[in-house]
């Protein structure tokens, strides 16, 4: 039988973040902002980043990290002559402190002592790599051997091996301009179903006594920063309910509103801790093959049932992105 062709669209999105890594690798030694990357694959900021390590596996600055690693890795062997301070500015480390920490971090060891091992014989060298590989299966690292370019057909991504676990259903239709009123978190989330039950609690406790919760009422939260992207301290997260455009609010209780426009919504049902796969399942796997790419707005989810009267605890949830037509 024929191999399956990637899609039109996949291939683009491959394209497009592979030109990223081109760019990363010709540039390591540069300051390589999220801002500049997003303009390279022509995607916004927040939206580049979830594809990204949605596509690749990896966060943005953790590939960054690692490639400039394994370059000095390269160098202090390639390269007995030259100082380890020199290979850390070549590499794009700032300082040779910064340097230092990166690299211990990475391998396990000091650059000195790298280059040492390396260097004695071509069995320590080979030693030495294989002991790194070894520890980093258990923490589960990304291979010291390097990188590769992702392939358009590649069946062994992460966003593959998501969307296996994880199938979304998805559809793409027109929102109207909704109106919410919402509960404000700034802090770690991911995971917890004990928070976001005690958050939609006090919402529900404002919400109950002024008539708001009713049938068509929807149950949602927006997520401001992308947990793969911003430290978990500072992630900024809205518990909301829809409401009319001239409910007033007070207090911790906010209104904001949800522009028009196309979006694609994805449903799943997943446990408490599968959310973060389920986006992976969409920006990695869905996405890349649908013919839309993100436009700026704001990205959600709808809450459709209460997870504890499902018979296996599972939240069946759209997760909803603003899209357009890819360029």
Request: aromatic residues 8%.
């Amino acid at each position: 039988m024929a191999p399956t062709r990637p899609s039109p669209t996949r291939a683009a999105y491959v394209a497009r973040i592979n030109r990223v890594i081109d760019h990363i690798e010709a540039h390591l030694d540069e300051q390589l902002s999220l801002e500049a990357l997003a303009s390279v694959a022509h995607f916004s900021p927040y939206h580049f980043h979830r594809v990204f390590h949605a596509m690749v596996g990896e966060t943005l600055n953790r590939f960054i990290q690692r490639v400039r690693c394994e370059r000095a890795a390269a160098q202090l062997v390639g390269n007995p002559g030259k100082s380890i301070g020199a290979i850390a500015l070549d590499c794009g480390y700032s300082s040779s402190q910064t340097f230092a920490r990166a690299f211990r971090e990475q391998f396990g060891m000091s650059a000195s002592a790298w280059r040492e091992a390396c260097l004695e014989d071509d069995r320590n060298m080979s030693n030495t790599l294989r002991k790194i590989r070894n520890t980093e299966r258990k923490i589960g690292n990304a291979p010291v051997a390097g990188y590769h370019h992702i392939a358009s057909d590649s069946s062994s991504t992460r966003s593959n091996i998501m969307t296996q676990r994880i199938q979304p259903t998805v559809t793409v239709s027109d929102f109207p301009e909704t109106t919410v009123a919402y509960l404000r978190h700034i802090g770690p989330y991911q995971a917890d179903a004990e928070l976001f039950g005690r958050l939609f609690g006090r919402l529900f406790q404002w919400a109950g006594p002024r008539g708001l919760l009713g049938k068509d009422t929807k149950v949602m939260s927006i997520y401001h920063d992308d947990p793969n992207l911003t430290a978990p301290e500072k992630l900024r997260t809205d518990v909301c309910i829809t409401v009319a455009p001239d409910t007033p609010v007070d207090g911790e209780i906010g209104r904001l509103s949800i522009p028009a426009g196309r979006y694609a919504f994805a449903r799943v049902e997943v446990t408490s801790d599968q959310f973060g796969e389920a986006w992976d399942a969409v920006c990695g796997g869905w996405l890349p093959d649908s013919g839309y790419e993100p436009a700026d707005g704001l990205s959600f989810e709808i809450y459709h049932n209460d997870y504890r009267e499902h018979p296996q605890g599972k939240h069946i949830v759209d997760i909803v992105i603003p899209v357009k037509p890819m360029a």
